[in-house]
């Protein structure tokens, strides 16, 4: 589906063009007995030659190039793990500030297994890389090579390639010492960028936009950004405030007269936004739209009446002649059989061009030549059954692991979004609305948070009833041969996060739930889906 994607055509240029960019650079620097140039060292006599050694090394960095590109798209490279908090910790205050590691922490944790993945890919590499050049790469290698050396040099007309690859033992253990650096370059620069891209969005301890002339505005346009990388950091500053800043805290309840509504107001849309597009996405799931256009209906259009006698069906240009020899009427027969096979109607069909003594003779070599467990094994049931088999083996093989819709990836895509998952800026949502609803009891000078309480109560009790339903109800695809359980564990952080904030949100406005215009039963109904009793509270 995401195959042709411009995303991931530009992943498989920008690795290939890395991998050229090193090979080139790489044999520049050699020295003249490495022997890397383009042409055969030869005397003034004899003529110029082609050298196929560095032909073999510049294909050999392509190869790997186009295996880390696989492996960055089947990875997701792209993806920077931003820290998700402990939401099933009973302490919900300051329960995030200790996730985030320094980036040198970070990449020496992962340097040890860095060089393990690195060393292995390398290796396996330049063992098969050898026979993949020969077999699928060598010629078309040699003649692109052999076109771009005529337009720099006088080559001859006809310049066989050679019967045996330049495989000595130096240019193998050269490709494969390249190799090794070139894949460290990738994954190390992989490595190191998503180390410092995920950093609070914190600066000398305070916001990011602390800074800014107008910070509940920059915030808003982050939280308003079309962007994922810039809403998922804004979403992340918000957590951060509604958790540790309570002067920005203030400050956004105290924003009444923004342009686009109060401050509160303008951050609640957008948290309600990403909150209620799980439920959007389990209706869509369960409901899709279809965009079939109506069917069109004929007009009912006038003929004129026939005056005439219908067209002939039989040959026009010469009347046919009975068939006189005996290949002439073996043509005639067969053909009558096939019209009559092409223009009769299912129903009246014969179930089979034999004839029913031929059949007989049939069975009598089936049952002669055949077991009856072959020919149950032959039957259209037994290869069938044969086929399942075959392919059910195939899915539970290392190969069949990118064909398997299992049943976590398939309520991912659904809960979290596709093709890029939600599940950090989902998380961030939902504890900055339960922090910032329950720190307005204090904080909230014109008392414009507790107007919205109704709407998050029951948008976090609707979420959370939806949620579990879907996981409950949701059907096992037929690939998925290694389903055991229904736990999906991005979706368990959701609802814990979730069930969280309702119980903050009861506890601190449960008294006041009358004022509100929140009914007993919708109270009954928040505490019993967020876990409560009637004592919690």
Known sequence: MYLFRFHTIQTVWWYLFSAWWFSEVYIWSASNQVNLSWLVKAGAWEKKRLNERPIYLRSFFFMLAFLQAVLHLCYDYDRAFLP????????????????????????????????????????????????????????????????????????????????????????????????????????????????????????????????????????????????????????????????????????????????????WVQVLSACMSTIRGI????????????????????????????????????????????????????ESTIGAIAKSYGQSPPSQQPSSPLTPRTN??????????????????????????????????????????????????????VVLGSPSSQFGQIIDAVDALSFLAVASLKEDLYGKVSKDLPVLIRTYANTITALEAFVRGMAVHWTDVEFHHRKVDEVDLILASLKGGLREMIRGFGRYAVELDLSEQEMDTARTVAGMTQEDT
């Open 360 to 413: 007989q003779y049939l069975g009598v070599a089936r049952n002669r030549l055949l077991t009856q467990d072959q020919q149950q094994a032959l039957s259209p049931a037994g290869l069938r059954a044969s086929f399942n088999e075959y392919l059910m083996r195939f899915l539970r093989s290392p190969l069949g692991s990118p064909f398997r819709q299992t049943f976590q990836r398939r309520v991912c895509t």
């Open 279 to 330: 439920t959007d996405r389990i209706n869509e799931f369960q409901n899709p739209s279809t965009n079939s256009p109506p069917p069109q209906q004929q007009a009912n259009l006038q003929y004129l009446p026939r005056i005439s006698a219908p067209l002939r069906q039989d040959q026009v240009f010469r009347n046919p002649l009975p068939p006189t020899t005996r290949r002439e009427k073996l």
């Open 84 to 263: 998700t908090a402990d939401c099933k910790a009973k302490n919900r205050s300051n329960y995030r500030a200790h996730i985030v590691l320094a980036p040198i922490e970070q990449l020496k944790i992962a340097a040890p297994s860095l060089v393990q993945r690195v060393l292995l890919r390398a290796t396996l590499a330049g063992i098969f890389g050898p026979f993949i050049y020969a077999t699928f790469i060598r010629r078309t290698a040699w003649s692109w090579a052999l076109f771009l050396a005529r337009m720099l040099w006088d080559m001859p007309a006809a310049v066989d390639l050679s019967y045996m690859p330049p495989y000595h033992i130096s240019l193998l253990l050269r490709s494969l010492g390249s190799g090794f650096l070139l894949i460290l370059l990738w994954e190390s620069s992989n490595t190191i960028f998503s180390a410092f891209v995920a950093q609070e969005p914190l600066k000398n301890g305070q916001p990011l936009t602390d800074e800014s002339r107008d910070p509940n505005g920059t915030l808003l346009n982050g939280l308003k950004a079309r962007k994922e990388v810039v809403k998922a950091f804004a979403l992340w500053e918000l957590v951060y405030i509604s958790q540790l800043f309570e002067n920005r805290r203030r400050l956004i309840f105290a924003d009444i007269d923004r342009p686009g509504g109060p401050a």
